[in-house]
């Protein structure tokens, strides 16, 4: 998960998942007193991989920060520094080891600088920790954090620390995430999966799945709006199966309880799973008007036969009548979904199916990837029969198509006028331009206009809806005049 999922990334951003996302205007309010103070040591968190990450990042920040450290965006600054890692694919491992390479000057220059690995990495970093030691003061998996500032501590007195084990109960209720972004907050509302896709690392990473209490996920929700956020995103890696036992309460339910709670606030989720996405949940998304019209529904394959190589419980004829469902409800929503190339013994034809179904279904975005062996899951065993070059040119192939489809579906929205939440400088021209997201998680650009005189802006600051009418589109980007 982001940032939500770009949409329509371009062929080099397809592995958008692993863009480090420093986080560094903290929120001064939420800062502990003493953390704040000058003389406060130091953390720099570095992020990798999908929004559950982010999210836990927020929450280590918010147990550190407990703890009395002050946060930095510096790593040269830094007496503590962590790298939440992604083991989703070997691409995204190699990036973190470059990393910590990297990390080891910094090492160099400062002998008592504290360096933690955490994250989805971290069991598989244990082993690798005896041979990289002087780099690697600490591995911790996703499920204890708590322990962080006592391991930070005995690594400081020059004891190494590993704390690894996974937990079935372990959500992290009382801890107030320590949120570092101004407008927009993630809100874990379960953590781990059971699902068991027999390509996917996260179930073992994150272990079991387990959720919040849901009362406990709508005060949170509260508490956000009274602080100025603007928009929340409901996290987990598969929200359809979320259960909040004691209180009988599904997803549809969370969601209709939070839209209820916090009706000025832009509320979107992720992910939803193509098995379990009720027809309540439909329902819900289309009867609240906060509730963003966007859904990322992961299809992976166009084959039923691949798909149930990969375990994922559903037929293509399933979820083509899902998607029907989604928008005879809400003929306006936008879709996104993940694919993966090149599974073991997927055929030419097999491919041919993914890419007729995406132009079937006309999405507005796809996170396309090469499938990536990975060690514990069932498709581990199988032989990684297809060659490296064939999975680049099927991805090529629906990466080209896609493009056309995502280009092609923005042009329609040529003349619209679209109600944007306004984000900030854009990432191209922070100078000259601005940017926004539409209800449907569409990236929107428009000039900025500053009066250089009395450096006053054009009557909008960050977090406010604007209406913008669209001019000209890209695959991935919508470009207007605000009105
Ligand atoms: N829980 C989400 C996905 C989490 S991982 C879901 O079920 O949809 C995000 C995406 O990474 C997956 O949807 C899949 O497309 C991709 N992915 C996961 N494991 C992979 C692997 N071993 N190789 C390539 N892509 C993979
Ligand atoms: Fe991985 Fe499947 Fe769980 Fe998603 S639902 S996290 S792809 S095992
Ligand atoms: Fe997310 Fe990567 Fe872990 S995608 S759950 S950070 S393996």
Known sequence: MFDLPVLAPQPSLTSDFL?????????????????????????????????????????????????????????????????????????AEKK???????????????KDLVVGVLGCMAERMRDELMETKQIVDLVVGPDEYRRLPELVERAGGGTKGIAVKLSRVETYDDIEPLRTEGISAWISIMRGCDKFCTFCVVPFTRGRERSRAAHLIVDEAKRLHDAGFKEISLLGQNVNSYKDEAENIDFADLLRQTARAVPQMRIRYTTSHPYDMS?????????????????????????????????????????????????????????????????????????????????????????????????????????????????????????EQQ??????????????VQHVLVEGPSRRNPETEWQGRTDTNKIVIFPHLTDKNTSTHAGYVVGDMINIHVERASAAILYGQII
């Open 403 to 416: 493009q056309r489809i995502a280009g092609e579906i923005n042009q329609i929205e040529l003349g619209t």
């Open 279 to 399: 027809d309540k949940l439909i329902a819900t998304m289309a009867e609240y008007d906060n509730i963003c019209k966007y859904i990322h529904l992961p299809v992976q394959s166009g084959s039923d036969r691949v798909l149930q190589a990969m375990n994922r419980h559903y037929t293509v004829e399933h979820y083509k009548e899902r998607i029907r469902k989604i928008r005879e409800y809400m003929p306006k929503c936008a879709l996104s979904t993940d694919i993966i190339v090149g599974f073991p013994t997927e055929t030419v034809e097999e491919h041919r199916m993914t890419f007729d179904l995406m132009a079937e279904v006309r999405y507005d975005g796809a996170f396309m990837f090469l499938y990536s062996p990975r060690e514990r899951t069932k498709a581990w065993k199988m032989e990684d029969d297809i060659s490296h070059d064939e999975k680049v040119r099927r991805l090529n192939e629906i990466i």
């Open 96 to 110: 973190v080891h470059e990393r910590l390479m990297h990390l080891k000057y910094f090492k160099k220059r400062r």
């Open 19 to 91: 863009t480090p996302r420093l986080h560094d205007n903290v929120l001064a309010s939420s800062m502990n007193a003493h953390a704040a103070s000058a003389n406060a040591p130091k953390l720099y968190v570095e992020t990798y991989g999908c929004q559950m990450n982010v999210s836990d990042s927020e929450i280590v920040k918010g147990v550190m920060n407990q703890s009395g450290y002050a946060m930095t965006d510096k790593p040269d600054d830094a007496d503590v520094i962590f790298v939440n890692t992604c083991a989703i694919r070997d691409n």
